[in-house]
């Protein structure tokens, strides 16, 4: 089992990512956060799994182990490959996964592209009591939340994942002043600012 890499960066993806450990080159499967921020001829530690096949040998990596143990426990729901577990951890982190479990609420698996209706009311019963409940966190003012939920969504419109979305939303935020954290056209401006065209471009594509 290869449960773990570190090499140099030979390619990326938007979804992959070539590491070179030893002169060997390994092709490895990676959510595309993962593969966005790889870059060639710097180094690169993944968490992986080596999924076997009849017919290919698949290794599937993650920056942390939080995700690859997710991604081992999704392969465990009836109709979930390693392709749509990937899917899932490529739209939603970690604690979105268990929060949507532990509220019974398949909407943001609905939402994942291969997931259909009757798969992700599965993962939610299946996954019942098989994941950690989602780390609390220090409640934002009800303002502060419909403002960066409603960036969100909007971010999510242009075709972002809503994973990279929320993640991207509250980063800006962190370093955005008080006015504009208060200002869903403020707070969407500076998202799109740290985002870039050319990833709302390929991520309108994907």
Do not use: C, N, Y
Not at 82 to 109: M, N
Not at 149 to 165: C, F, K, M, S, T
């Amino acid at each position: 089992m290869i449960s773990s890499l570190r090499g140099t960066v030979l390619h990326a993806g938007t979804d992959s990512v070539i590491v070179e450990v030893g002169g060997v080159g390994f092709s490895v499967a990676v959510p595309p956060d993962v593969a966005r921020t790889a870059r060639v001829g710097e180094s690169l530690f993944l968490h992986t799994t080596l999924i076997v096949r009849e017919d290919a040998l698949s290794l599937f990596g993650f920056a942390t182990r939080d995700e690859l143990d997710v991604f081992g426990t999704m392969l465990t729901v009836s109709g979930v490959g390693p392709k749509s577990a990937l899917g899932v951890l490529s739209a939603l982190t970690v604690d979105q996964i268990a929060a949507a479990v532990a509220e019974d609420d398949d909407k943001p698996f609905r939402r994942v592209s291969g997931i259909g209706p009757k798969t992700a009311k599965l993962i939610v019963v299946q996954l019942q009591g098989k994941l950690a409940p989602p780390v609390p966190s220090a409640a934002p003012s009800a303002a502060a939340t419909d403002v960066t939920d409603r960036v969100v969504q909007a971010v999510a419109g242009l075709g972002w994942p809503e994973r990279v979305a929320s993640d991207a939303v509250a980063q800006a935020a962190e370093g955005a002043s008080d006015a504009d954290r208060a200002s869903v056209q403020a707070l969407l401006r500076l998202t799109l600012a740290l985002l870039g065209p050319a990833q709302h471009a390929g991520a309108a594509r994907g």
